[in-house]
């Protein structure tokens, strides 16, 4: 998983991609290959970006429902007869889905949402120093 011989360069894109088993779920990782051409440093941050992310995946989670499961819980979101979710309900319902490692260092995680926003993605941005910087949804 931390070495590119496993992952297929997109030309178009220039990004490096590939799909692993993370805690047991199919997970696409794409690293960008915009302004780094030496092998063994985008090796390293695939290694360090993918070890801070299985290492704090809780954390994650908990941001996410810090961010987004007051919203989950209005009106907007709530189907009809459905009941407000818990803090580990809401947790428990986010796969990880895709991580995309970008140039600058910075990291987009995505997660299914299990239905919660009507299959829309919950996405996480982390800085390039490990920052927890927003949670929202996209598509």
């Given at each position: 998983?931390?070495?590119?011989?496993?992952?297929?360069?997109?030309?178009?894109?220039?990004?490096?991609?590939?799909?692993?088993?993370?805690?047991?779920?199919?997970?696409?990782?794409?690293?960008?290959?915009?302004?780094?051409?030496?092998?063994?440093?985008?090796?390293?941050?695939?290694?360090?970006?993918?070890?801070?992310?299985?290492?704090?995946?809780?954390?994650?989670?908990?941001?996410?429902?810090?961010?987004?499961?007051?919203?989950?819980?209005?009106?907007?979101?709530?189907?009809?007869?459905?009941?407000?979710?818990?803090?580990?309900?809401?947790?428990?319902?986010l796969?990880l889905?895709?991580?995309?490692?970008?140039?600058?260092?910075?990291i987009?995680?995505?997660?299914?949402?299990?239905?919660?926003?009507?299959?829309?993605?919950?996405?996480?941005?982390?800085?390039?120093?490990?920052?927890?910087?927003?949670a929202?949804?996209?598509?």
């Amino acid at each position: 998983m931390f070495d590119l011989n496993d992952y297929t360069f997109n030309k178009g894109l220039q990004w490096y991609e590939a799909s692993f088993t993370i805690d047991g779920v199919q997970v696409n990782v794409t690293v960008s290959a915009e302004d780094e051409k030496d092998p063994s440093q985008l090796e390293a941050r695939i290694k360090k970006s993918i070890d801070w992310i299985t290492n704090n995946k809780n954390e994650l989670l908990d941001f996410c429902a810090e961010e987004l499961l007051e919203d989950k819980n209005s009106e907007e979101w709530l189907k009809k007869g459905e009941k407000q979710l818990s803090r580990s309900e809401f947790k428990a319902k986010l796969t990880l889905e895709a991580i995309h490692i970008n140039a600058d260092g910075s990291i987009t995680i995505d997660y299914k949402d299990n239905k919660m926003f009507w299959g829309h993605t919950v996405v996480v941005a982390v800085t390039d120093d490990f920052a927890l910087d927003y949670a929202t949804i996209e598509g």
